[in-house]
């Protein structure tokens, strides 16, 4: 598993940079075949009144973006809750992948590229140097995302597992971008072009 560590307002230390590398391998050791990278930031807050010590975690296994944060007054303990709730993220992704599997029974190879994204596109946007772009102006900041084409079902899936209130994404039957949403009340929204 390939993985970055990046600070800020702190300096990665031997210790923190081993403690981090421990936590995250063993908090992925049953899932070693899904896991391709990590990407970790760990951040202290300015603010010396706010004791607050941040990890959050991005974990990229077969086409899927997993991502965990966790705040507390203690960076390793911090590191500690990060490292827990990705491993409960990824038992749940490993649980959907082999129940949506018996429930479809045999699926053909474009769907299984669907569910699992294109490594083709992710490689294609590497070689165009286009997935680490540099941010135009300090006010915006820009991502790119390879968007292999999905049910909602799957877009619902990506969402709880990145952690986010919302998931953009491309419609598997007509190529049209949507995006799906937790609402307040419970319950997912989606929101759609419109026809003009």
Same mark, same amino acid.
């Given at each position: 598993?390939? /993985?970055?560590? $990046?600070?800020?307002?702190?300096?990665?230390?031997?210790?923190?940079?081993?403690?981090?590398?421990?936590?995250?391998?063993?908090?992925?050791?049953k899932f070693e075949g899904l896991? @391709?990278?990590?990407?970790?930031?760990?951040?202290?807050?300015?603010?010396?009144?706010?004791?607050?010590?941040?990890?959050?975690?991005?974990?990229?296994?077969? !086409?899927?973006?997993?991502?965990?944060?966790?705040?507390?007054?203690?960076?390793?303990? @911090?590191?500690?809750?990060?490292?827990?709730?990705?491993?409960?993220?990824?038992?749940?992704?490993?649980?959907?992948?082999?129940? $949506? $599997?018996?429930?479809?029974?045999?699926?053909?190879?474009?769907?299984?590229?669907? /569910?699992?994204? @294109?490594?083709?596109?992710?490689?294609?946007?590497?070689?165009?140097?286009?997935?680490? &772009?540099?941010?135009?102006? &300090?006010?915006?900041?820009?991502?790119?995302?390879?968007?292999? &084409?999905?049910?909602?079902?799957?877009?619902?899936?990506?969402?709880?597992?990145?952690?986010?209130?919302?998931?953009?994404?491309?419609?598997?039957?007509?190529?049209?971008?949507?995006?799906?949403?937790?609402?307040? $009340?419970?319950?997912?929204?989606?929101?759609? &072009?419109? !026809?003009?």
């Amino acid at each position: 598993m390939k /993985l970055l560590i $990046h600070g800020r307002n702190l300096k990665i230390t031997q210790a923190i940079s081993d403690y981090t590398r421990d936590k995250l391998i063993r908090a992925v050791a049953k899932f070693e075949g899904l896991v @391709s990278e990590a990407e970790v930031h760990l951040s202290v807050a300015k603010n010396p009144s706010v004791q607050q010590q941040t990890a959050e975690v991005t974990i990229f296994a077969n !086409g899927a973006v997993i991502r965990a944060e966790e705040r507390s007054e203690n960076l390793y303990a @911090s590191i500690d809750l990060v490292s827990s709730k990705l491993s409960r993220q990824l038992r749940r992704y490993k649980e959907r992948i082999k129940d $949506h $599997h018996r429930a479809e029974g045999n699926r053909s190879d474009g769907d299984s590229a669907a /569910l699992n994204g @294109s490594s083709e596109a992710i490689d294609r946007l590497n070689a165009q140097g286009q997935s680490r &772009p540099a941010l135009p102006t &300090p006010a915006i900041r820009r991502k790119y995302f390879a968007m292999p &084409p999905m049910t909602l079902e799957q877009a619902i899936t990506q969402l709880e597992l990145v952690d986010h209130d919302f998931y953009v994404f491309r419609d598997q039957e007509d190529r049209q971008i949507r995006v799906v949403y937790r609402r307040n $009340h419970g319950g997912y929204g989606v929101i759609e &072009p419109r !026809g003009s």
